[in-house]
């Protein structure tokens, strides 16, 4: 792996290189071969501009097996041409990947090419903003095999490129590690993005493949955000929240289950309890002479149908009468009263 050490060292604000030094912490095998690519096209002279090349990573593309102009020559045929296999001994290689060079500049680094974006990424930091959150990922693993103890860590950051099929980030860090299948590795280190997964090390005790695959779908419930329905991070934050979550497989299961749950969101109070006092007899004259506090009396009404408010002000949820369906995670066994013991 590439050192980068010198990032956190650029001139800069002390929280700027602290953000630094901590995303480099968890730098996975894919992020350092694009990192040392970008770094070397164009190297940053400050912490702000380390933290934009960062924050840039998923805009570039790696090839993998294609450490020369022959190996990418080769990479493009076979991937992105009909050329028939045995014909390939036949092609001038070196031609090709210069060509290719030509049409997708970028960089060679050790046996890969590592692809420019099409355009200039643009900065999505500048001095005095607050600093840019870490979370286009849904589960960290810091893994480590025989002949790399020191470990590496592998990002998930979203579903499976093909079905049975590793991500790219799986292959590269397959390949760090030199090992073929992930029940040959050790798990280090777990982190998830979201609060309410729990401790990842305690729940998967080192299975590394069946934590590689939760984080897979969650990696996909957090991309779709169910199928695009309005407020899903701050619904799906609040039914996490309400049901008291500290596990993965559970809040996977939440996830496939928020039809379990009603919610109000704080913004739409005061109409619905001019709605409320409206449907009750009321008019707008009365109610505006009134000076009823409409939101405080909506909350009030909630309160009564057992909404609990959310953490972060966003509204308040309840949980409804639906069936909870449990696909990853087991249904909690209700506790015994005391004196109900079986004979």
């Not at 002279?45 to 090839?63: F, K, M």
């Not at 991500?167 to 397959?174: G, K, P, Q, S």
């Not at 280190?189 to 979201?194: I, K, M, S, Y």
Request: net charge negative; proline share 6%; aromatic share 10%.
């Amino acid at each position: 792996m590439h050192e980068f050490d010198y990032l956190a060292q650029l001139p800069g604000e002390e929280r700027e290189q602290n953000w630094i030094r901590m995303r480099l912490g968890t730098l996975s095998v894919r992020e350092g071969i694009i990192l040392a690519a970008a770094a070397q096209a164009d190297p940053p002279e400050n912490a702000v501009q380390a933290i934009n090349r960062l924050q840039s990573l998923d805009e570039y593309t790696v090839c993998l097996n294609a450490g020369s102009y022959e190996a990418l020559g080769r990479c493009y045929l076979i991937n992105d041409t009909a050329m028939p296999m045995d014909a390939l001994a036949f092609a001038d290689l070196e031609a090709v990947g210069r060509q290719y060079e030509d049409r997708h500049p970028g960089l060679f680094i050790g046996s890969y090419y590592v692809q420019y974006p099409e355009t200039t990424p643009q900065p999505v930091y500048r001095r005095g903003m607050a600093l840019p959150a870490d979370d286009g990922w849904s589960v960290k693993v810091k893994l480590a095999s025989p002949a790399v103890p020191e470990g590496v860590w592998l990002c998930l950051p979203g579903p499976l490129e093909d079905d049975y099929e590793d991500t790219m980030e799986e292959v590269l860090a397959l390949r760090e590690l030199r090992v073929k299948r992930w029940d040959e590795c050790a798990l280090v280190d777990a982190r998830c993005v979201l609060p309410g997964a729990g401790d990842l090390m305690a729940q998967y005790s080192g299975n590394v493949a069946d934590l590689l695959y939760d984080g897979v779908q969650l990696g996909y419930v957090l991309e779709q955000k169910g199928q695009g329905s309005p407020h899903f991070m701050e619904r799906y934050a609040a039914a996490l929240a309400l049901e008291g979550c500290h596990d993965l497989r559970l809040a996977l299961d939440i996830s496939q289950n928020l039809n379990c749950y009603d919610w109000m969101q704080r913004a739409d109070l005061e109409e619905s309890g001019r709605c409320k006092l409206l449907d009750a007899g009321m008019t707008e004259e009365q109610i505006r002479a009134s000076g009823i506090d409409l939101a405080g009396y909506k909350a009030h009404l909630l309160g009564k149908e057992g909404y609990t408010p959310t953490a972060d002000g966003w509204g308040y949820i309840r949980r409804n009468a639906n069936e909870f369906y449990y696909q990853f995670s087991t249904p909690a066994q209700p506790q015994e009263e005391p004196g109900m013991t079986m004979q």
